[in-house]
């Protein structure tokens, strides 16, 4: 049966020296913690700076979303004075251009100017294709007429309700490029309302950029602001900026009406959080640089590192002179040990301390003290084996004298024609010479059967031929090694006992099985059985828990019972069956590799 490897084995480190292992040790109870608790910690900070500057930012967008709000709000408010001024509904309802019409469209733009310093420009259309507007230096776009059939057409699509024009890249009067957005709302005559113009407020973008100014300082990114149908309002790289981005990675990712997700851009890691405003629909995201946003954690990092590495570096010098100290004493045992192995005796371990190892120590020299007194008494035993094994030899005389006097009985017998006699003296001799130990302990179960045959014919003689004997045992179990004389005590009980009260002839059978693991041999008689009690005691006697009280049985079956567990083991030997009158079955249990 195979051992099973430990982790050690595998990994290699049972063969290091012990100053290896506690080096090992001390690595794996220092850096690794150390390092771990460093990571960890690392990982905790970033995580917490991600969450906490999301929050900010949300909140600065939410602010600044607020503001822009209102400041749309406000140019919504200026489109709506028109609606409520009747003089300049009847001045728009005539197509004729006077001067009066001039004059009184030139104040009423005037008032709109007036109502937010930082919008724009204002300009009123009429129905003939007529724009009004107020001069001011470079205020003027180029497009206020090639617009008006578009924005005449969403003006009255809006039926009353302001509508804003996303950023546009207008020319101004000079030759400069502009960015600007539009806030429309068509002009509808109080009584018939129907439609008789449209006001158009313009503003600058640098207003959105005024905004955002705050939180591109705080987050060191750039902001994107588009409407609901993902035209850029605003761009802080003024690259994007009045173009339509449908089906760009930002706005894929941006579900819902706000959150937060990483992205690259231009090689560039960023943490964009966005949120969409409820009043207009515009989406405000802000873009964060990562690296920006780590610096501090990097740096705390770098120390951290740093730190460790000092202190790791410091632990594993330590480790090294600890190790060496507390396996110095080691090491000098395991000479001493290796000169011991090189039959040097003479040695001695110098105990100066009294823990483990001392401890170690002095038993090591006690080990060495009693091996040279086991020495001596070896020598001693040899001597005298050496005379037990003369007196050995000088004895094989009487065995030999035996065979000598029963083959003499034999002849006699056969000169005097009686053959029952020279029969029963010559297997007797057999018998005797299969007994005596010629140097071999087992045999093949072939030779033990034949023995068992042989024992069999005399008890044949003893008891007048009342016991039929019978064998069960496959072919293949002929060759199989058994102990000498295992089954001659167990089928010499069979026969006393089941003979005993019995007028007819008695069955007696041996049988074999094979099992997996096992060899199971039954001897099973026809006898008159056992109670309970003498069952019991039988057993008792047999394991060796009782004495046998003069039973040659139990002495019998207790001599094969230890033979075969000494030989075999412990899980091995007889069991024993019995009923009262319905006989008596022992089972002989053997492994079947005899090699476990």
């Avoid at 035993?381 to 006097?405: G, M, V």
């Avoid at 024609?417 to 005797?432: I, P």
Wanted: aromatic content about 8%; glycine content about 6%.
């Amino acid at each position: 049966m195979k051992k099973r490897r430990g982790f050690f084995h595998f990994t290699g480190i049972s063969s290091m020296t012990m100053q290896k292992k506690l080096i090992i040790v001390f690595v794996v109870l220092i850096i690794i913690p150390i390092s771990a608790t460093g990571f960890i910690s690392y990982q905790n900070y970033i995580q917490s700076i991600n969450k906490n500057t999301k929050n900010y930012v949300t909140e600065l967008i939410s602010n600044m979303q607020t503001n822009l709000d209102n400041h749309l709000e406000d140019m919504m408010t200026v489109s709506k004075i028109p609606l409520y001024s009747v003089s300049m509904q009847q001045y728009l309802s005539h197509q004729e251009m006077t001067l009066e019409k001039q004059r009184q469209m030139d104040f009423y733009i005037g008032l709109l100017d007036s109502m937010r310093k930082d919008l724009y420009s204002a300009y009123i259309y009429d129905n003939f294709g007529n724009v009004f507007y107020r001069i001011k230096s470079d205020a003027i776009r180029e497009d206020m007429m090639s617009q008006y059939e578009k924005w005449k057409e969403l003006a009255i699509e809006g039926n009353g309700d302001p509508v804003i024009i996303p950023t546009q890249r207008v020319v101004r009067a000079n030759g400069s490029p502009q960015y600007l957005f539009t806030v429309l709302r068509s002009i509808r005559d109080i009584g018939t309302l129907e439609n008789i113009g449209f006001v158009a407020v313009d503003a600058d973008i640098s207003i959105i950029e005024n905004v955002v100014q705050e939180l591109n300082t705080v987050t060191n990114g750039k902001t994107l602001i588009i409407d609901g149908e993902n035209n850029v309002a605003y761009d802080s790289d003024h690259i994007l900026t009045a173009s339509n981005i449908t089906g760009n990675e930002v706005v894929e990712k941006a579900i819902g009406d706000q959150g937060s997700f990483n992205i690259v851009v231009d090689h560039i890691s960023y943490i964009c959080t966005y949120s969409v405003s409820k009043d207009t629909g515009w989406k405000i995201f802000a873009f964060i640089p990562v690296n920006y946003l780590h610096h501090d954690a990097q740096l705390t990092r770098n120390v951290t590192l740093t730190t460790t590495i000092g202190i790791i570096g410091f632990a594993l010098l330590v480790s090294v002179v600890l190790s060496f100290m507390m396996t110095r004493s080691l090491r000098q045992m395991t000479d001493l040990m290796r000169s011991v192995r090189g039959g040097n005796m003479d040695v001695s371990f110098d105990v100066k301390q009294k823990d483990e190892v001392g401890i170690l120590g002095m038993e090591f020299n006690r080990m060495l003290r009693r091996m040279k007194e086991l020495i001596s008494e070896i020598y001693v035993i040899q001597s005298r084996k050496k005379e037990a094994d003369l007196e050995a030899l000088q004895s094989q005389i009487n065995p030999h004298f035996i065979y000598n006097t029963l083959e003499t009985i034999r002849m006699t017998a056969e000169i005097n024609d009686d053959e029952e006699v020279a029969e029963m003296t010559f297997t007797l001799g057999k018998l005797l010479r299969y007994s005596i130990n010629r140097g071999r302990e087992t045999v093949e179960l072939r030779e033990e059967m034949q023995h068992l045959e042989r024992y069999l014919q005399l008890l044949r003689y003893r008891f007048n031929n009342r016991f039929n004997m019978t064998f069960e045992i496959p072919q293949e179990l002929l060759n199989f090694p058994v102990m000498k004389l295992t089954f001659q005590p167990i089928v010499e009980n069979a026969i006393i006992h089941g003979v005993e009260g019995k007028p007819n002839e008695v069955s007696i059978r041996l049988s074999a099985e094979m099992k997996e693991q096992l060899i199971i041999f039954s001897i099973k008689d026809e006898g008159a059985g056992m109670d309970g009690v003498t069952l019991d005691l039988l057993r008792q006697s047999m394991n060796g828990t009782r004495d046998a009280g003069g039973s040659k049985t139990g002495v019998g079956l207790r001599n094969v019972n230890e033979r075969i567990k000494l030989h075999y083991g412990e899980m091995y030997g007889l069991e024993i069956e019995s009923k009262w009158g319905e006989g008596t079955t022992v089972y002989l249990k053997l492994p079947r590799r005899q090699g476990d």
